[in-house]
């Protein structure tokens, strides 16, 4: 008998292969597969599920990004860390308060603080 190809199940940002059913079955059996709750980026820990609330000093090293529209009481951004890799991240910027509101916990990034920030405006910053 051959051996069927190994069962591929997404969880979030990660891939896990499953080689028979058995197994794939005992980890729905024993609560399913664990969603992260926080991931960190640059040296950051930031909500995986919700948006994260950062002071201006928490963000030192990453590029914060304004632009002049209002949303939320703040102005509409964009925030990006200070690797390479890693794309823009949608933010509410709050002068006043000196802190930010970064929306990582989307599914995506973007190439440019302009699309972020656009992101904020087509759906409704959240």
């Not at 190809?5 to 059996?29: A, H, Q, R, Y």
């Not at 950062?54 to 990006?80: M, N, S």
């Not at 603080?113 to 992101?119: D, I, L, S």
Request: proline letters at 7%; aromatic letters at 12%.
């Amino acid at each position: 008998m051959a051996t069927p190809p190994p069962m591929k199940i997404e969880n979030g940002s990660e891939l896990i292969l499953f080689t028979d059913f058995c197994s794939l079955f005992t980890v729905i059996l024993k609560g399913g597969f664990m969603v992260k709750e926080a991931m960190t980026v640059a040296e950051v820990t930031l909500d995986a599920k919700k948006p994260t609330t950062l002071t201006f000093g928490e963000l030192y090293t990453w590029v914060i990004w304004q632009f002049p529209r209002k949303k939320d009481g703040g102005l509409c951004g964009a925030v990006h860390p200070p690797t390479a890799s890693e794309g823009w991240f949608p933010a509410i910027i709050y002068n006043k308060d000196a802190c930010v509101l970064v929306l990582a916990h989307l599914n995506e990034s973007f190439t440019t603080p302009e699309a972020a920030a656009e992101y904020l405006n087509q759906n409704n910053g959240r």
